[in-house]
């Protein structure tokens, strides 16, 4: 996996985790280098479309 792909699956990862917790998108976007806005565009393309489930695996598979 090239080096930015693993950062976008990452961030990624953390976004969905917090949005779980309950954060705000602007909380969340301080935890990743993209704004509040990429932090809902990535969580509702997750929540209503079931994208992003390969990026939490993967980046769940190498932290694990």
Same mark, same amino acid.
């Given at each position: 996996?090239?080096? *930015? %792909? !693993?950062?976008?699956? =990452?961030?990624?990862?953390? @976004? ?7 954060? !705000? *998108?602007? %909380? =969340?976007?301080?935890? @990743?280098? &993209? !704004? $509040?806005?990429? @932090?809902? !565009?990535?969580? #509702? %393309? &997750?929540? #209503?479309?079931?994208? $992003?489930?390969?990026?939490?695996? #993967? @980046?769940? %598979?190498?932290?694990?």
């Amino acid at each position: 996996m090239e080096a *930015d %792909e !693993s950062a976008r699956m =990452t961030a990624i990862w953390t @976004v969905i985790q917090c949005k779980q917790e309950g954060m !705000s *998108d602007r %909380e =969340t976007a301080k935890f @990743v280098p &993209y !704004s $509040h806005e990429w @932090v809902n !565009s990535r969580w #509702k %393309e &997750y929540q #209503k479309e079931g994208k $992003h489930t390969e990026a939490l695996s #993967k @980046v769940e %598979e190498r932290i694990a």
